[in-house]
Nanobody
Framework: VQLQASGGGLVQAGSSLRLSCAAS????????IAWFRQVPGKEREFVAV???????HYADSVRGRFTISRDNAKNTVYLQMDSLKPEDTAVYLC??????????????????WGQGTLVTVSS
């Protein structure tokens, strides 16, 4: 498995969760590792990316509440999610790729995907 997401669960609004994306060595060495989320019937939505050449970037909807980080010793990317809202409920997927800056927020910029972990936020 090249990307393995974990850490999802059922929490109340206002709570925190930390998602983990464990990657194989080669995959972790790629330029960009991102988190997306998807709700049934809707398009996959960009959440955050950690990019070796281009830093970290967030969707407007999560900026200030979510933090993406890398642990190079563990080949793992984390998504710390604070002040969770019911609208954050989704399957969260991590992805890896080497796309250019202008395509960082587009799912088509990533060619490796993990299986997803479900986050449910109750009101």
């Amino acid at each position: 498995v090249q990307l393995q997401a974990s850490g999802g669960g059922l929490v109340q609004a206002g709570s925190s969760l930390r998602l983990s994306c464990a990657a194989s060595g080669r995959t972790f060495g790629r330029d960009n590792i991102a988190w997306f989320r998807q709700v049934p019937g809707k398009e996959r939505e960009f959440v955050a990316v950690t990019s070796r050449p281009r830093g970290t970037h967030y969707a407007d909807s999560v900026r200030g509440r979510f933090t993406i980080s890398r642990d190079n010793a563990k080949n793992t990317v984390y998504l710390q999610m604070d002040s969770l809202k019911p609208e954050d409920t989704a399957v969260y997927l991590c992805a890896a790729g080497n796309t250019i800056y202008s395509n960082l927020r587009n799912p088509t910029g990533y060619d490796q995907w993990g299986q997803g972990t479900l986050v449910t936020v109750s009101s």
